[in-house]
Structure formats: C-alpha cells, structure tokens
C-alpha cells in the first residue's frame, strides 16, 4: 500500500512563475491536507480539501495559491507569480474518510520549492 | 487561535540515555496530541498520540504524557538509539470549530551520540 505520495520532490521557479505541486493521497484516503514548513520551523496549515471540495483554505495566502482535489487524479497546490518568501517545503497529508478528520495524519515526502 | 510551544529547540544525549521533550498548548478546547518523527528529506511520521482522556500512553521506548491542567505534555524516549536522530515535533488539535487543523510546534533537534 504506497503511502502518501508527492512530486516533485524538488521544484526550481524564477519569480513570476507558476508553480504546481502534486499530491496523490494513501489509497482509500478521501481528506487531502496540505501544509508548508519554512527552515527550522514547524508546518503551517495551509488547506483542507476532500474530493471535489475545499473545506477550509484559512491557512492559504487569499492571492496567488489556489488548491484542488478533483474527482480523479491527484491533488494539486498552485502557486502563480512565485516570489522568494514561498520557498518552503510544501507537504501533504491524508487522511481516511472515517473517523474523527485530521487525525492519523500520514504525510508525504514533500516537494521543496526554491523560487530564484 | 491555538499556540503550541515546544523545548528544547535542539538535544543531545549519550546513547542509551533518555530524552524528554515538553510541549505546552494554549486551547483548552484541544483534545488530540500527536508527536511526529522527521528524518533529514522526509515527511513527518506520526510515532505516537494521545486523546485527552487518556494521562500517559507507552509504546514501546516511547511515551507520552499529559497534564490536561497545565496544558503540557511531554515526548519521553527511553534508550535511546541513533536512530532516534531526528527532528520531532508536537502537534494539537485546533479550536473546536476546526478540530481538523494541527498546530504544531517548532521542532526540537534529537542528536543521539552514539
């Protein structure tokens, strides 16, 4: 059972570029969470999806980042116009559809962002 | 909103020797307390959690505690392995109205001396 999975693992944008992370969730898992860690701090909520639907985007710049999960595929984070301050590590986690949300979290590996 | 602090910020033990690391919440709303275990290049890894209504939880050589009315709780690893090298970090649940939103601490850096 592959755990969660991300790529890519690096990305490298000059600023003004987009950036698209992606993120495929634990099999059976339908809650996708994505977080942001920057050196030497702990991760930041950024966004909570399940398939089709943002539940809570509180934790995500309101300009620029926008965040899906569509009915087939992977999830993605997308950052238009990168600027230096986003690089960061961006990580995902899921999480099964029963139970109490947000708990059990399993992360994946992380895609670290490196805006030029 | 929920703040969590941890400490120490970096330790280092002898191997075979104990580590603790503390952490303190502020939302007493907060009922779920997971600690995660990251490795150089990789995603956190959930190693151990505790519900509060539960005061300590062991698995194997790792535990933990807490203290509902201090609002703390506390990661103890108990002999200790280079292996344990890693950066951990704590978690809480969020205010009741966002109990999906983890909250984590800054880190503290494990290095086991072997």
Known sequence: NAGVMQNPRHLVRRRG????????PMKGHSHVYWYRQLPEE??????????????????????RFSAEFPKEGPSILRI???????????????SPPTGVANEKLFFGSGTQLSVL | GENVEQHPS???????????IKC??????????PWYKQELGKGPQLIIDIRSNVGEK?????????????KH??????????????????????????????????GTRLLVRP
């Not at chain 1, 702990?42 to 300009?63: A, R």
């Not at chain 2, 970096?10 to 603790?20: K, N």
């Not at chain 2, 303190?24 to 307390?33: E, K, Q």
Request: aromatic letters at 10%; charged letters at 20%.
């Open chain 1, 17 to 24: 570029q987009e950036a698209r992370l992606r993120c495929s």
């Open chain 1, 42 to 63: 702990g991760l930041k909520f950024m966004v909570y999806l399940q398939k089709e639907n943002i539940i809570d985007e509180s934790g995500m710049p309101k300009e």
């Open chain 1, 80 to 94: 238009q116009q990168v600027v230096r301050g986003d690089s960061a590590a961006y990580f995902c986690a899921s």
């Open chain 2, 10 to 20: 970096t330790l280092s033990v002898q191997e075979g020797d104990s580590a603790v």
């Open chain 2, 24 to 33: 303190t919440y502020s939302d007493s709303a907060s009922n779920y307390f």
């Open chain 2, 58 to 70: 062991k698995d194997q050589r790792i535990a933990v505690t807490l203290n509902k009315t201090a």
């Open chain 2, 73 to 106: 709780f506390s990661l103890h690893i108990t002999e200790t392995q280079p292996e344990d090298s890693a950066v951990y970090f704590c978690a809480a649940v969020g205010a009741r109205d966002s109990s999906y939103k983890l909250i984590f601490g800054s």
